[in-house]
């Protein structure tokens, strides 16, 4: 809390001289000021009850929470830049856990059919909350809310509880480390900087800021704004579907409720505007949004060493999620004018 | 005073809801010997009561362009609230009935003055506001819900009174009522007129001398105020439990969309809105009595809201593409409203 409370200081100051840009304070720049905060306060408070906070099970741990949350939360990302969002991924990820440890069944040999099969209905369930919201122009809200209700029928028709078996050598992917870095949160970070570069750097990543900022002006400057949505949708949902692999290498099997019981869907959203992206779409990037998933990574990693009640987490982080729209908010609304 | 005759101004998407629910309303009578009765749809009413009155306080926040996903968990904190405080004490009811519904409206008025007076979206304040609503409320009562509530508290929820004609009616129905007309009234009011033009063209009402954070403020105040008196209904009807008021919030938008409430604000109407969540529960009801299992209820709840507002969007792109208004825009088939706001 005291990480985000010190920064209004600096914002508030700005007004009397913005001509004067000798250093923009960004919602990334905010982020990663406040995660720095946020580790330095964390290890203090740690300290002080006489444990570390950034030691090797501390930064394993951190890590590992960061890992499916940053996948999920990178797709999310992509969908909200583009106006759009995903309430969907929650179950889908429980979905395609379920789908690669079932494909697997104990056996090697099955792996990379177990993976590409999960990738593929996640690919289709991006496809249809896509043309949902382009061709029947169904709300973003309510299209994959809706296709999120189908998702959870067919799980609550089908399973009960854990199903399927991942091979042990698949399991390696959730527990292999280089140092204190486990070897998926490295290939989280991989599939972050891919989509740093698709965003900021390719022609489809422009057309994706271009739809967030305005859909009319993008759709007249020749920009298929529909594939562009679809397209957008279809990446987050593989992300997810990414996140749902790594948890059913991680659990051993394939679990319908992974997903829901972490609260993926307004957990994701909720690191992504915590890292500067603007809900409305069009101003952002991954960049950020790792940083927000670093910054619930961490304070759920404090709070573990500080045995803080759980039920206080979320009153923390519902808190620190308002300040900082808050605060992003009126750096927002000061810039133009 | 004139009563507002219970004939609704077919403002769009409200034909469908009626239509859509007297089908229901049929296939319950021709499905289930229970409502070949008054008393059967008195008890349909009387178990969509909360819900309508989540529906009611939702499409106060949704038609002024914002969201409320703060109630579920608002309902939740009412009931443990309740339970908590009054502890099986008769004489305890009444205060805290007042205090369970001043809760409602404190929150609601902290929704709202973070959404005018921070700028934050609402998505993201009623986001917050879950979390740290259903945070709070475990870490106040050491993570389960401890407490009884007492017979009279509970009588709003599952007692009845006698009416003549009608029989044994339940409170929650008049509530129901109540509450229906008033909101029905005040939105044909100068307020409720003004707090739809929020959320259709925020600079309009704004440029035009109307209160814009005032009347959103009100709408959350609404929407939370509401949802208190949801919990209390919800806690005489289903029991004290951390689960009650889980999910409603989707629930009740799924509901005013399903209404043919524009999500963004600016369109539909109040009634259709309740009578979008009526239908939501006839038709559980209904797939309840055709043996359809209980799992498939929310894949059918997907398929519907979905439907509902394909149905709602390109059936009014259809309608504007037979009868053109002018000339010339008509070469603009696929959104027919974007030639306006462009100059």
Request: aromatic share 6%; charged share 10%.
């Amino acid at each position: 809390m005291s990480s985000t409370t010190e920064k209004p200081l600096p914002v508030r100051s700005v007004p009397a001289q913005t001509r004067t840009r000798r250093f923009t304070l960004t919602p990334t720049v905010i982020v990663y000021v406040a995660l720095v905060a946020l580790l330095v306060v964390g290890s203090v408070l740690v300290g002080l009850q006489g444990g570390v906070l950034l030691d090797q099970a501390g930064l394993l741990n951190i890590f590992t929470r960061a890992t499916a949350l940053g996948l999920v939360a990178i797709g999310q990302t992509i969908v909200i830049l583009t106006g759009s969002l995903d309430l969907s991924v929650a179950y889908l990820v429980g979905l395609t856990s379920l789908v690669a440890a079932e494909t697997m069944a104990g056996q090697s040999g099955m792996i990379v059919p177990g993976v590409l099969l999960a990738l593929a209905v996640a690919a289709v369930v991006g496809l249809v909350n896509g043309l949902v919201i382009t061709v029947l122009k169904a709300n973003a809200f309510i299209a994959t809310l809706g296709v999120a209700l189908i998702l959870r029928g067919y799980l609550e028709q089908n399973y009960t509880g854990p199903a399927g078996d991942v091979p042990r050598t698949f399991q390696h992917l959730g527990y292999d480390r280089v140092g204190p870095v486990p070897v998926a949160a490295l290939l989280m970070l991989g599939v972050a900087g891919a989509c740093w570069w698709l965003l900021s750097r390719s022609r489809p990543g422009y057309h994706i800021y271009a739809v967030g900022g305005d859909v009319e002006v993008a759709r007249l400057s020749g920009v298929h704004t529909r594939r562009t949505i679809v397209t957008a949708h279809v990446l987050c949902s593989v992300a997810a579907g990414m996140a749902g692999i790594y948890l059913a290498s991680r659990l051993g099997s394939g679990a319908p409720y992974v997903g829901t019981d972490a609260g993926f869907d307004l957990e994701s959203i909720a690191a992504v505007v915590l890292g500067g992206t603007l809900l409305a779409g069009g101003r952002g990037g991954i960049v950020g949004t790792i940083g927000g998933v670093f910054i619930l990574a961490t304070l759920d990693t404090v709070f573990d060493d500080l045995a803080v009640d759980p039920f206080f987490k979320d009153v923390v982080r519902g808190v620190v999620l308002i300040t900082a729209v808050a605060l992003y908010a009126r750096g927002m609304v000061r810039r133009p004018r | 005073m004139k009563r507002p005759a219970w004939r609704p101004r077919l403002a769009e998407g409200t034909a469908p809801v009626l239509a859509v629910l007297v089908a229901l309303l049929i296939g319950l009578a021709i499905a289930g010997p229970a409502y070949d009765s008054v008393e059967g749809y008195l008890a349909l009413l009387k178990r969509a009561a909360p819900l309508m009155i989540l529906a009611i306080g939702q499409y106060f926040v949704i038609v002024s362009g914002g969201f409320d996903l703060s109630v579920g968990a608002l309902v939740t904190a009412g009931v443990v609230i309740a339970a908590r405080l009054i502890g099986g004490d008769e004489s305890a009811t009444a205060w805290v009935i007042v205090l369970v519904l001043a809760f409602g409206l404190l929150v609601g008025l902290v929704n709202g003055l973070i959404t005018t007076k921070l700028l934050v979206p609402s998505f993201i304040v009623t986001l917050g506001m879950l979390l740290v609503l259903d945070g709070a409320v475990f870490l106040w009562t050491d993570g389960a819900p401890r407490g009884a509530l007492s017979t009279a508290f509970r009588q709003f929820g599952r007692g009845s009174v006698d009416v003549p004609l009608l029989g044994e009616v339940p409170y929650s129905v008049l509530i129901l009522l109540v509450v229906l007309v008033a909101a029905a009234v005040f939105m044909r009011g100068g307020t409720g007129r003004a707090l739809v033009a929020v959320g259709d063209n925020e600079q309009a009402v704004r440029l035009s001398g109307g209160q814009v954070d005032r009347l959103r403020l009100l709408a959350f105040v609404l929407s939370g105020g509401l949802a208190a008196l949801a919990a209390i209904l919800l806690g005489g009807f289903a029991g004290v439990s951390a689960q009650v008021g889980q999910g409603l919030e989707f629930r009740a938008i799924t509901a005013v969309v399903l209404g043919g409430v524009l999500l963004g604000g600016g369109r539909g109407s109040v009634v259709a809105a309740t009578a979008g969540a009526l239908s939501l529960e006839a038709l559980f009801t209904l797939l309840n009595l055709l043996g359809v299992a209980g799992a498939l209820e929310s894949a059918v709840q997907g398929v519907i809201i979905i439907a509902a507002v394909a149905y709602a969007s390109l059936g009014s792109g259809l309608r504007h593409r037979l009868r053109p208004r002018r000339a010339t825009t008509t070469s603009e088939p696929r959104d027919p409203r974007q030639p306006a706001s462009t100059p």
